[in-house]
């Protein structure tokens, strides 16, 4: 092979790249919503296609460090450092500092509340020593769990062309969390707090419009569009929505205030049997997908 020839396959390799030729996911729209209990499928759209997760992934980011509190690995007020790598990734952190500390708590809180992507890396490297290592766990737990499309590459939700997942994936993770860590669950529904003299409100406008829903994580990247997993209860019934993919904050906020309008009454009254990870031994069961 010529030099020049060489030049043209870089050059050409370099276009495909930076074009997005290799992605293997895009900003489609799609929704899925389950009813908590049963595991009825209520409402479905593109709910397998492959669209990019991003602040979605924090959600295992603190599935697995749930796990660590249980086991004894980590505790409430152990001290985390934060690293250059963590204290790089813009844009929403708790910005301490390279070599500074936060709890445990704090960090839960500030990817709770704030999305804080050091926060997120903070725990990866506690947990994993790395976020590459970190990353291949949460993927591991993800297959446990039954989400069969997620791949994970970080535990912040940043553009990685390979990190991806599916509205249902994101739904079975919302009901894991919700079925294995149920205190800590209920984190989800914090809407501000107060972290070394600021007051910080989170970015979840539904909890502020929506009368029952109480958690749990929006993501945004340009890539991935407006994401969000949604839990919601009325009469005693709880339902999982997730919206993918949507092109602002407040058409994928409206998205979801429409599913839970068509859902939330008629949860109360369908049986069927479950979503992967709501209760065992039993497999999921579509009703007709809206399109």
């Not at 390979?162 to 984190?187: H, N, W, Y």
Request: zero cysteines; aromatic letters at 6%; hydrophobic letters at 40%.
């Amino acid at each position: 092979m010529t030099k020049t020839t060489s030049r043209l396959l870089a050059t050409a390799l370099s276009s495909l790249f930076l074009t997005g030729a290799f992605t293997l996911a895009e900003a489609g729209q799609a929704s899925f919503v389950v009813d908590a209990q049963s595991g009825q499928v209520l409402e479905s759209s593109n709910q397998d296609d492959l669209n990019y997760p991003a602040s979605l992934t924090k959600m295992m980011t603190l599935y697995l460090a749930f796990e660590a509190l249980h086991d004894g690995r980590l505790n409430w007020d152990q001290k985390l450092t934060m690293s250059e790598n963590a204290e790089s990734k813009e844009p929403f952190k708790l910005a301490v500092g390279a070599g500074r500390k936060v709890t445990l708590r704090e960090a839960v809180e500030g990817i709770v509340v704030l999305s804080a992507n050091d926060a997120a890396v903070a725990i990866a490297e506690q947990l994993g020593g790395s976020e590459q290592a970190f990353a291949e766990a949460m993927t591991g737990k993800a297959r446990q769990l039954g989400m069969q499309d997620t791949v994970f590459k970080n535990p912040s939700g940043l553009p990685d062309p390979e990190q991806v997942t599916t509205a249902r994936d994101m739904a079975t993770l919302g009901i894991s969390l919700m079925r294995d860590f149920p205190e800590e669950f209920k984190l989800f529904s914090m809407r501000g707090f107060q972290f070394r003299g600021m007051k910080l409100r989170g970015h979840n406008n539904l909890m502020y419009r929506y009368d029952g829903v109480d958690g749990i994580k929006t993501g945004y990247t340009d890539a991935s569009g407006y994401n969000v997993v949604t839990s919601a209860q009325k009469d005693g019934r709880r339902v999982v929505g997730v919206v993918m993919g949507e092109k602002t904050a407040s058409l994928r906020d409206d998205k979801m205030a429409s599913l839970l309008d068509s859902t939330l009454p008629a949860s109360s009254t369908t049986t069927a049997s479950t979503t992967p990870g709501s209760q065992p031994g039993a497999t999921m069961t579509d009703s007709q997908p809206t399109k």
